[in-house]
């Protein structure tokens, strides 16, 4: 059997999924897992498609210290226990600079493309590049892909695409470039069986996870994203603030004395849902807790998404539909409610029963826009991309070699 493995490498994680490659390039999930507190409590569990456990083993601390050990291991699992020998790797790569608008087959000059690019993207970029660096030294042959959550959003015009600051920084890199494009892409592609209709036309999908974004997509194309340089900067999220006035990082470091790398680990751990709040990062968790703080919260975050849907609104010069996705996308029927409420303006209303059923079509029937929620697949959408460049490098390069 062919396989596809896919690998998200974060700082203390390093996620997997191993995709069979069926009939006609078809793609069917077999394995998913994670091997997670690298370098504090590491640990791997795996389970098959329908959930039956694989795997699920402790390491001592020292057995398991960066993620390329991590990659090894998760490596000799799959092939000495389970016999799985991939015949590529996919990888989710954060950052894939101004140049990147589609995925590569990676070799030596790819990565050392790649690494340019960390100073745009510190706390993701170094992870991600850490397993393909250790595939490629062990297995040079084996094909490996980089996909990017930027890639999709390189199709925005130049007004999408700038901060109005001096160009020679825009030269150097520091553009509006977006983030969760593989969601985008995967929802983008999905649309066409799912709503024929609106899939060519104007449409807002509002990617809501602990991570959240919103992207405007005209034919299918990303327009304009809520995300700019970093992932920072829009909807506010579980434990980053969104949308914030430059003003108050100057105030962070001028009057509280607060160094770089500080301001750095404030803005991506302790504000956001968690900082608003003080009571937690998770939207369950808000939702069920009666402090007045976490109402604040859940009030923000709606209220942000309502501002920013106007936004994208605005540079699509309209709406014909909306889709939610993402975990609280796909699973909050109470935000979408309030979601939706914000969005009457522009034409939507609930269908209430649909919602609680979390049905495709939310939206009231006979009228206004339509409401979709579609949930997103960004390993699917990276493992169809290996297995389509692996195509056209197989065609270049027919010796290829296995993880083995
Ligand atoms: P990411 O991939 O960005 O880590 P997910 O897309 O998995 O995040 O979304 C995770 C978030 O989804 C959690 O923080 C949680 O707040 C939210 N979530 C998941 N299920 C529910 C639910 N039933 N109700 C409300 N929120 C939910």
Redesign the pocket.
Known sequence: MDTILVVNAGSSSVKLQIFSVEGEGRLRRQIKGQMDGIGSRPRLKASGAGGDPLADRAYPIEAVPDVATAMRIVGDWLREELRINPIAVGHRVVHGGPDYDKPVLIDHGVVARLERYVNLAPLHQPHNLSPIRSILANFPLLPQVACFDTAFHRSHGALADHYAIPHQLYAEGVRRYGFHGLSYEYIARTLPSVAPDIAKRRVIVAHL???ASMCALKDGRSVESTMGFTALDGLPM?TRPGQLDPGVVLYLISEKGMSASNVQNFLYRDCGLKGLSGVS????EL?KSENPKAKLAIDYFVYRIGLSAGMLAAALRGLDAFVFT???GE??AT?RERVVEQLGWLGAALDPIENSRHARVISRAGGGIPVYVVPTDEELMIAQHTLSLLASSRSRNPKQERLS
């Open positions: 996870g602990s991570g579980g990062n998770d939207m369950r939702e993402a975990g609280i699973n909050s935000i």
